[in-house]
């Protein structure tokens, strides 16, 4: 299957998910490590990872979305990134879910920056980051990117935490 790729970074290319992606989406979403710092329920199994990625693919909005990471180096699927369009808040957020091997070496940072400046080039005016109250590697990611804390907020009995980044004058 022919990949789309939408971003490039340093090391890593970021592209539309495709159906082969299943078995890791499956397995990034079982993970844990993970699983404690998301409300998102796990899959059932890979097939119904396999459906969510090809109704995901259906209906992107707003000509973004969370897109497949991979290193450049060997193709190597390592996680997602990517911007999520909030309707019910009118917000846009920048997100990622990286496997733990992964973890350390900046590729959220480097993938979510890339995703922000994308976003910015497309007419966004503020991006948010949803970081889990007690995620302190995704809070450290939020600061990284110079985005502001804003506010405390409450999804579903759990606390998060609210960081906002505006385009440069």
């Known amino acids: ?80 990134c990517g911007l999520k369009y909030i309707p019910e808040e009118n917000e846009t957020d920048v997100g990622y879910r990286l496997l733990p091997e992964y973890w350390g070496n900046g590729y959220a940072v480097e993938t979510a920056r890339a995703c922000i400046e994308y976003g910015f080039s497309k007419g966004l005016t503020r991006i948010v980051a949803r970081v889990h109250k007690e995620n302190v590697r995704s809070i450290r990611v939020s600061e990284k990117l110079k985005m502001k804390y804003e506010k405390d907020l409450m999804y579903d009995g759990v606390p998060w935490l609210n960081y906002v980044t505006e385009p440069s004058e």
């Open 1 to 80: 299957m022919m990949k789309h790729y939408v971003l490039e970074t340093e090391r890593c290319r970021l592209r539309l998910f495709s159906e082969d992606d299943a078995e890791a989406v499956y397995r990034l979403n079982l993970h844990p490590d993970i699983f404690i710092f998301t409300t998102d329920p796990p899959f059932d199994d890979v097939d119904a990872a396999r459906q969510f990625i090809i109704n995901y693919e259906a209906n992107r909005l707003k000509g973004f979305g969370r897109w497949a990471v991979e290193l450049k180096s060997n193709g190597k699927f390592i996680g997602w």
